[in-house]
């Protein structure tokens, strides 16, 4: 879980111990000033209506706590399976090492002048091992390459929809 999210949870989390620390201030507060008539019903309703929003709100931080942690767990297995996917298409390709360096950084969105930069490589060495790389896929481009991994992650989706 990132760190904004986290620290959305703490606050909900601090706002239902607000609440409960209210609840219990409220029903102490009508149980000490009634008398043996009359017990303030207002002030024991409303300690009650803050109790049940306490329980209630914890119950959903709890809820939404389980579900940040499925979506994380997701999210993991997903850029996994991505990994994968460009690891086995590479070998299937019959990449050199640097040209799966290159190629990773081309999927990334990476300019030639920026993969050159990044590798201490020139410009022209860059070029010429994408050029391979377009070639081995069968592509003749950035955009192509970049697309035969998204397609196979929207032919997945569909089929799992049925589509």
Same mark, same amino acid.
């Given at each position: 879980?990132?760190?904004?999210? =986290? ?29 043996? *008539? ?36 997701? =999210? ?11 690891? *086995? ?11 799966? *360096?290159?190629?990773?950084?081309? =999927? ?23 050029? %391979? ?14 697309? =035969? ?5 929207? *032919?997945?989706? %569909? ?5």
């Amino acid at each position: 879980m990132d760190d904004a999210a =986290l620290r959305r949870v703490w606050i909900a989390a601090l706002v239902v111990g607000l609440q409960l620390v209210a609840a219990i201030y409220f029903i102490v507060d009508a149980v000490q000033e009634s008398g043996v *008539d009359a017990l303030p019903l207002i002030d024991i309703l409303v300690g009650v209506a803050l109790l049940a929003g306490s329980l209630f709100g914890g119950i959903m931080v709890r809820r939404l706590l389980a579900e940040a942690h499925r979506h994380a767990a997701a =999210l993991a297995l997903a850029r996994g399976a991505m990994g994968e996917l460009i690891a *086995d298409r590479f070998a299937g390709w019959g990449l050199s090492r640097s040209e799966a *360096d290159v190629a990773l950084f081309a =999927l990334k969105g990476c300019t030639v002048a920026e993969i050159a930069t990044m590798r201490g490589s020139a410009s022209g060495t860059v070029r010429s091992q994408l050029s %391979q790389v377009y070639a081995k896929a069968g592509v003749n481009g950035q955009p192509m390459l970049m697309s =035969l991994f998204l397609e196979e992650l929207i *032919d997945a989706r %569909q089929s799992e929809a049925g589509i």
